[in-house]
């Protein structure tokens, strides 16, 4: 594509050949906003694996982030439109239909693709949630998008996706992190490869592709449909800033609503129980306190005297030390710098040991 | 960005801070309403607000997004103006049509803006917003009324909002540039998309629309090899109506030929006595009269006939009309109209003392039908009179036809003279609810070779093609059939007339 102020998408049917994720959903957006308002669009495209979390979730609860980070290279990235969170990789094939907001339906385009997996020997359905399902388990996740003039449907295929890996990434059993965001809602999933052998990443897309242009009175397919590669892009300034924004700390934590995070653990010196309240990826206030253990648990170690009446005020010192930082990005000698300690080696005190144990719990948390 | 927004907006702040000293602009406070999102949608959760308060905004500027099940929706301002207060925060759920925020716009007398959409607040009710400018006193919503000119077109999330069919594209434009529009008389949907941005119009396009109006007169219409969408106007729209509802009729038809030859031979004679006042003044002879009328006593005066009701030669409907009005009073079932006023109860036909014919006529501006009532007591003459005014204000733009040539009341029968378009000789009319018992297309009349006729030799004769179609609820085909002869023996004989000194 030329380099141009004015670019705009003039085709109906969009396959992007990059693998990108954050390209792909920049594309996505820039297609989105500036194509024709009153002419439908098809895109196509597969992502390298992520996950992708809904616009308005929270990704503490959505996705197994220490399972994430052992995996290399796997980002998880938040989507524009709403809806729950997916897992990507090659054996997923995603689909977005753009219509004028007025005449959009999403029944309607659901069925598009419902046809076009139909049509390659499935027998497929759709369920309440108007995602397509084989059966009782799922094969596609949908998402929607409404602005102004336009609205768009897009969701997942699963075509032969590694589903131990999503199993893995999307486990997250965090229940008492109460969050004002959209949950996802759990189901079964499958892939098309299970029900029928046959089916590939090329005859899925070459089905929609059918499928959208009757529908949508399409005659000239070959001329419509428009390969993008991410060179292609390069000029395009709405895009590259897209590219840019996904990743950054602002659009993937700072768009997280409002959550609290209740958690207990149980020290050789009592058991603290924190209660962390988030809001937009910041630490908006941290209550800790401090039950002491009975007799019967510590009855190894010894209790130092006083070590409840040190412990206080420190506990204070900790709150003090989150407030205002991003969750899940606070370090354990940085929580500990906020009470004077340096460094996990410096003093041996017990009081000063409890607070290292916190410290790193609390660490450790934010990071869970 | 909130310095650089305002350096942009410049002039509408200012605007806003003078607005008092400016005679016809008042700052108003309105309420913006979660509109229906469609999707049967009935709350949503507000996720985040693009906007604080007492942050300037532009209609079309990003105001919220808002998340319901499994959609993201982004709204926008409908107005320009400012921020004042953010009625549901973020994180919590909004039903829809409730309040989201209020937001102060300047009102300027320009700008007519239907009074549903100004809600002005009543600053008692809100103790703490201090900074709500002075609010005036004829705060009614009724009072906008003297503002209006040119509705201003809503924006699709303003809560009063309701689409309008026939505009598929809206139009972007800053109330300068509206304003600008409307000094110089320009129509901005003659423009729309505007070179701005997302097709805002821009003053620049207004002044090449004139430039370009100017050397080139009126715009030509743009063909292209394309499929275009048209909408029905509401003439056609109606007629669309009224035919789905003509599918509960159930029609009969029925056709013949009228032999017109003798009256053909009548109509010159009929036409040399055209009385005076159906003629139009320049061709009124004005032979002096040695003995006049009047000279004992004056007859009664004629009536007043418009000048779109003066004509100078008869053609054959009037005298098709005036035959099918004796018809009916000799058949009452014609002169009776459907009045079933329960519908559990049984029919009713309600017979009308006079014979009622609609007329169908084709206009520029739609079918229509409006009816002669009584036309049994009207002459030849005054019923081509009749026809000639009633076609005068169909083809009036917009059309001149009223409720009086066309009362709810309506004819028993229909006539539809589609002869005079093309030359038909049958048809298949449709019968619409309100359009009577019965309906007659009249073809072309045409000069044919009658073998039955001269002694088996054959004649030539003027035919005409009538075909009916009537509503078999209430007539038997026997009985069209047989009203039909009635006429024709008028039509084809019009000497019959003479007897009754019609």
Known sequence: ?368 | MFTRRLQGKRFLVACLHTSRRVQNSRKVIEKFKLADIGEGITECEIIKWNVKPQAVIQAFDPLCEVQSDKASVEITSPFDGVVTELLVQEGQVAKVGSNLCLIEVVKEAAIGISPNVAEPVNTSSNPDTNSLPTIESEQEPGSSKEFASAPRRKHPMDPTFTPDTKSNSPIYATPSVRHIARQRGVDLSQLAPGSGKDGRIERRDIDDYLAGAATTGAPVALQDDQDVVVELGRTRHSMWKAMEKSLHIPHFGYSTTLDLTTLHGLLPSLNANIPPHFLPPSVIPTLPLAVSPSSVYPPSPPPEVPPSGQYTRLTYLPFLLKTLAKSMLEWPLFRASITTTDPSSKPTLTIRPHSDISVALSTPNGLYTPTIQSADSHSMYALSSQLKYLSHLGRQIPCGLTPKEMPKRGGTLTVSNVGAIGAGDFAAPVLVPGGGVAIVALGRAKWVWDVDRGDGSGERRLKLGVSWSADHRVIEGAELAAFVECWRGYVENPARLIADSV
């Not at chain 1, 050949?17 to 989105?32: G, V």
């Not at chain 1, 592709?209 to 060179?231: M, T």
């Not at chain 1, 906020?338 to 005190?349: A, K």
Request: contains cysteine.
């Open chain 1, 1 to 368: 594509m030329p380099s141009s102020p004015n670019l705009i998408p003039t085709h109906s049917i969009y396959l992007s050949k990059s693998t990108n994720p954050y390209f792909n959903l920049s594309l996505e957006d820039w297609l989105f906003r500036h194509k024709a308002p009153n002419e439908p669009l098809l895109l196509l495209y597969r992502d390298d694996p992520c996950v992708v979390i809904g616009r308005n979730q929270n990704p503490w609860k959505e996705v197994n982030l220490p399972a994430l980070r052992v995996r290399e290279g796997v980002p998880f990235i938040r989507r524009r439109s709403g809806g729950g969170t997916v897992y990507h990789d090659l054996g997923n094939t995603n689909f977005s239909i753009h219509l004028p907001r007025t005449s959009f339906d999403r029944h309607m385009t659901a069925q598009v693709v419902l046809r076009a997996v139909c049509s390659l020997g499935i027998d497929a359905t759709v369920n309440d949630r108007n995602d397509i399902c084989v059966g009782k388990e799922k094969v596609s996740g949908s998402a929607y998008k409404i602005v102004s003039q336009r609205a768009y449907h897009h969701g997942t295929m699963l075509i032969s996706t590694q589903l131990n890996t999503l199993g893995d990434l999307l486990h997250n059993t965090k229940d008492t992190m109460e969050t004002k965001g959209v949950a996802s809602v759990r189901s079964p999933v499958r892939n098309l490869q299970q029900f029928n052998r046959g089916v590939t990443h090329e005859a899925f897309v070459d089905a929609v592709v059918h499928e959208f242009s009757k529908e949508y009175g399409i005659r000239n397919v070959d001329g419509e449909v428009q390969i993008v590669s991410e060179a292609s892009c390069r000029d395009i300034e709405y895009i590259q800033n897209g590219m840019s924004e996904l990743p950054s700390w602002e659009w993937a934590y700072g768009q997280t609503p409002e959550f609290t995070y209740t958690v207990s653990q149980a020290f050789e010196w009592g058991t603290v129980t924190a209660k962390i309240r988030s809001k937009h990826g910041i630490i908006l206030d941290c209550a800790c306190s401090l039950s002491v253990a009975d007799d019967s648990v510590s009855s190894m170690s010894a209790i130092q005297p006083g070590v409840v009446d040190s412990l206080n005020p420190q506990l204070k010192d900790i709150e003090r030390a989150l407030l205002n930082r991003r969750y899940g990005f606070v370090s354990a000698i940085e929580i500990l710098k906020g009470l004077g300690i340096n460094g996990m080696d410096d003093e041996t005190g017990s009081g000063v040991r409890a607070a290292k144990d916190i410290a790193l719990w609390l660490e450790r948390i934010m990071n869970s």
